[in-house]
């Protein structure tokens, strides 16, 4: 009965290390997307999973970054070659269905500190 | 694309009213807003699809104007617990699944 659930919390990464940040969804969610939150800023659209299918990966800031959800539940967001600017909060959100129209229930998100 | 939410800041006491506003240039399928408290996740308050639908959720409603692409946030007798981050998420008419999000409102409800 937890909900979503991120790993680690707090990250801080030297500029040109490699991180991996992981979100454990609300078992049973089919969608599960990822979000960049800049500080005093809105989230910021990632990614998009259906299942396992990535839907939608138009938010991705450059080839750097890579997710995946290989088996439908847990998903991983990559980050090669970390750089200053990729210093943010990112969220998990999962959500029952298939479609953004319904509730999504957020992660308490991983802070990541590049230096 | 990015609504625009005004206004940034409001600042009240306990027991007052307050409307936040969500503006859209592109026509909108849906209107999600969220709370979200200094540190934690954000917070699902409501949806509101295109129809000029009208929703309430405790002492919290909103509305969706379609014909000006606009949503707002009522909040009445506000409580301390309301202070946040108000966010707009908006899902633009085409399907486009996923949610782009204002810049936020910090609402602070004083004793």
């Known amino acids: 009965g937890a909900g979503v659930s991120q790993s680690p919390r707090y990250k801080v990464a030297k500029r040109g290390q490699d991180v991996a940040l992981r979100c454990d969804p609300i078992?049973?969610?089919?969608?599960l997307f990822w979000y960049q939150q800049a500080l005093g800023q809105g989230p910021e659209f990632l990614t998009y999973f259906q299942n396992e299918a990535q839907l939608d990966k138009s938010g991705l800031p450059s080839d750097r970054f890579f997710a995946e959800r290989p088996e439908g539940s847990v998903s991983t967001l990559k980050i090669q070659r970390t750089q200053q600017e990729d210093s943010a909060v990112y969220l998990c959100?999962?959500?029952?269905?298939?479609?953004?129209?319904?509730?999504?229930?957020f992660g308490p998100g991983t802070r990541l500190t590049v230096t | 694309q990015q609504p625009v939410q005004s206004p940034q800041a409001v600042i009240l006491r306990e027991g007052e009213d307050a409307v936040i506003n969500c503006s859209s240039s592109?026509?909108?399928?849906?209107v999600h807003w969220y709370r979200q408290k200094h540190g934690e996740a954000p917070v699902f308050l409501m949806i509101?699809?295109?129809?000029?639908e009208q929703k309430g959720h405790e002492k919290i409603s909103a509305s969706f104007n379609e014909k000006k692409q606009q949503s707002s946030l009522y909040l009445t007798a506000s409580q301390l617990s309301y202070s946040g981050t108000y966010f707009c998420?908006?899902?633009?008419?085409?399907?486009?699944?996923?949610?782009?999000f204002g810049k936020g409102t910090k609402l602070t409800v004083n004793p």
């Open positions: 509101l699809l295109k129809g000029g």
């Open positions: 959100a999962s959500s029952l269905f298939g479609q953004v129209i319904y509730e999504q229930y």
């Open positions: 998420g908006t899902e633009f008419q085409g399907g486009s699944e996923k949610l782009v």
């Open positions: 592109k026509a909108l399928y849906s």
């Open positions: 078992s049973g969610h089919v969608s």
